[in-house]
C-alpha cells in the first residue's frame, strides 16, 4: 500500500533554476492537492484538481505550474526558482465524494518534498 | 479567506484538557481536522459534515456549530502523544483551505 509518493524527498536548486516535483496516488482517488508549508506556518494551497484534464488554482499558484494526464499523476512544475519558494511540499490526494457540491473525503497525504532556493 | 484558529499555542501538563477552535466569516459546509507532528506529513483526525454534529477519536472530539461558522476540537486527558501542531481545514469551492494552526505541547 504505497499511497501517495512523493520524490525527491530533498532538492537545492539555484535561483532562476526549474524542477519538477513529482506525486503519485495509487488508490484511484479524484481530487489531488499541493500545498506548501513554509517554516512554524500553515498549510497553503498552490494547486487542486477534481480530475484527469481538470486543474485550478489555489491561494498561492503564481511561480507554479501543474498538469493532471492522468488519475495517479500529479507533478507540480517550478520555472525560475526564486529563495521565496524555499519551502516544505505536500502533495495529497482524496476520493472526493462530494455532498452539497463539496468534498467530504478525507486527505491523504504525501511524506513532503524538502526544497531549497539558493 | 482561511479559518482562524485559536488558540495559536497551548502548553499542558500530561492528564490536562485543551480546546482549539476554528472559526470562519463566511458559511461552513464542512470542517476536518488534521494533526501534524514535527518534521512529518498532516494526519487526518476528523471530518464534521453537518452542524451540531459531534464525533470522537479517543479522548478527542469536535463539535461544529454552523450557525456560529465554527468548530471545536476538545482534547481530554492530554497524553504526550497528543503533542504536534493541530489544523482544521474548510472548503471553499472544492478547495481545502487550512488554518493557520495550533501549537500542541504536552509536558511530562
Known amino acids: 500500500n504505497a499511497g501517495v509518493t512523493q520524490t525527491p524527498k530533498f532538492r537545492i536548486l539555484k535561483i532562476g533554476q526549474s524542477m519538477t516535483l513529482q506525486c503519485a496516488q495509487d488508490?484511484?482517488?479524484?481530487?489531488m492537492y499541493w500545498y506548501r508549508q513554509d517554516p512554524g506556518m500553515g498549510l497553503k494551497l498552490i494547486y487542486y484538481?477534481?480530475?484527469?484534464?481538470?486543474?485550478d488554482k489555489g491561494e498561492v499558484p503564481n511561480g507554479y505550474n501543474v498538469s493532471r494526464s492522468t488519475t495517479e499523476d500529479f507533478p507540480l512544475r517550478l520555472e525560475l526558482a526564486a529563495p521565496s519558494q524555499t519551502s516544505v511540499y505536500f502533495c495529497?490526494?482524496?476520493?472526493?465524494?462530494?455532498?452539497?457540491?463539496?468534498?467530504?473525503?478525507?486527505?491523504?497525504f504525501g511524506s513532503g518534498t524538502q526544497l531549497s532556493v539558493l | 479567506q482561511q479559518p482562524v484558529q485559536s488558540p495559536q499555542a497551548v502548553i499542558l501538563r500530561e492528564g490536562e484538557d485543551a480546546v482549539i477552535n476554528c472559526s470562519s466569516s463566511?458559511?461552513?459546509?464542512?470542517v476536518h481536522w488534521y494533526r501534524q507532528k514535527h518534521g512529518e506529513a498532516p494526519v487526518f483526525l476528523m471530518i464534521?459534515?453537518?452542524?451540531?454534529e459531534q464525533k470522537g477519536h479517543d479522548k478527542i472530539s469536535a463539535s461544529f456549530n454552523e450557525k456560529k461558522q465554527q468548530s471545536s476540537l476538545y482534547l481530554t486527558a492530554s497524553q504526550l502523544s497528543y503533542s504536534g501542531t493541530y489544523f482544521c481545514?474548510?472548503?471553499?469551492?472544492?478547495?481545502?483551505?487550512f488554518g493557520q494552526g495550533t501549537e500542541l505541547s504536552v509536558k511530562p
Open positions: 495529497a490526494s482524496s476520493y472526493g465524494r462530494t455532498g452539497r457540491g463539496e468534498t467530504n473525503e478525507k486527505l491523504f
Open positions: 488508490m484511484n482517488h479524484n481530487y
Open positions: 484538481s477534481v480530475g484527469a484534464g481538470i486543474t
Open positions: 463566511k458559511a461552513l459546509y464542512s
Open positions: 464534521l459534515l453537518k452542524g451540531g
Open positions: 481545514g474548510t472548503l471553499r469551492g472544492g478547495k481545502l483551505i
